[in-house]
């Protein structure tokens, strides 16, 4: 998916407009936080997360992917 976002005068800066569908994909809400990172195609644009959250999310993914040595392990 890829989406055209606008920039536009915010105060005394620059801002850019985040459609609905696209503020509904990431599930935000006004005042959220929002992390760019840069990739080797470009910018990626992803809700900010918490450390917790960030921790928590990359447990679950090795458990995902190390699900069978994690078993042998707990025998």
Same mark, same amino acid.
């Not at 936080?33 to 470009?42: F, K, M, P, V, Y």
């Given at each position: 998916?890829s989406t ?5 005068e915010?105060?005394?800066g620059?801002?850019?407009v985040?459609?609905d ?9 006004l005042?959220?936080? %929002?992390? %760019? ?8 644009l ?7 959250? &960030?921790?928590? &999310? ?6 995902r992917?190390?699900r069978?040595v994690?078993?042998l %392990?707990a025998q």
């Open positions: 998916m055209e976002l606008k920039v536009v915010v105060e005394s620059l801002g850019i985040l459609p569908s696209l503020l509904e994909k990431l599930g935000l809400v005042g959220d936080s %929002l992390t %760019l990172t840069e990739t080797a195609r470009g910018f990626a992803s809700a900010a997360e918490d450390e917790f959250s &960030r921790q928590m &999310r990359l447990a679950e993914e090795i458990m992917e190390d069978d994690l078993h %392990l």
